[in-house]
């Protein structure tokens, strides 16, 4: 249910490494996404947040025309789709486009 802004905790697994996380993936998808957690803007520096170890964030094409950009993040529990301040620390990583049938 993207709209809802989450996915389903299956849907993760379905793009999650075989190895690197606490409960391996299945990499249906061929995403491969290992743990790379992500760095968040606290008083003015970047630093890693720790407590975030556990998932895999990356920034999407899209941004706000605010401070902010969309990324989504890929944990054992699903997957989260979300804005944070551009000064963050994220991961980039390219994807081809490809057409959907509807």
């Known amino acids: 249910?993207?709209?809802a802004g989450t996915c389903t905790?299956?849907?993760s697994k379905?793009?999650?490494?075989?190895?690197s996380w606490e409960t391996a993936g299945s990499n249906t998808l061929g995403m491969n996404i290992f743990m790379t957690g992500y760095g968040v803007k606290e008083t003015g520096e970047i630093k890693l947040d720790i407590i975030h170890q556990n998932s895999a964030a990356?920034?999407?094409?899209?941004?706000?025309a605010s401070a902010e950009g969309w990324?989504?993040?890929?944990?054992?529990?699903?997957?989260?789709f979300d804005h944070y301040d551009k000064?963050?620390?994220v991961a980039v990583?390219?994807?081809?486009?490809?057409?959907?049938?509807?």
């Open 14 to 19: 379905t793009l999650r490494a075989t190895t």
């Open 93 to 102: 990583r390219c994807i081809q486009n490809i057409e959907l049938d509807e």
């Open 1 to 3: 249910n993207i709209s």
């Open 9 to 11: 905790k299956a849907f």
């Open 87 to 89: 000064e963050g620390s």
């Open 58 to 64: 990356f920034w999407l094409s899209n941004s706000q």
């Open 71 to 80: 990324y989504f993040d890929v944990d054992m529990n699903g997957l989260l």
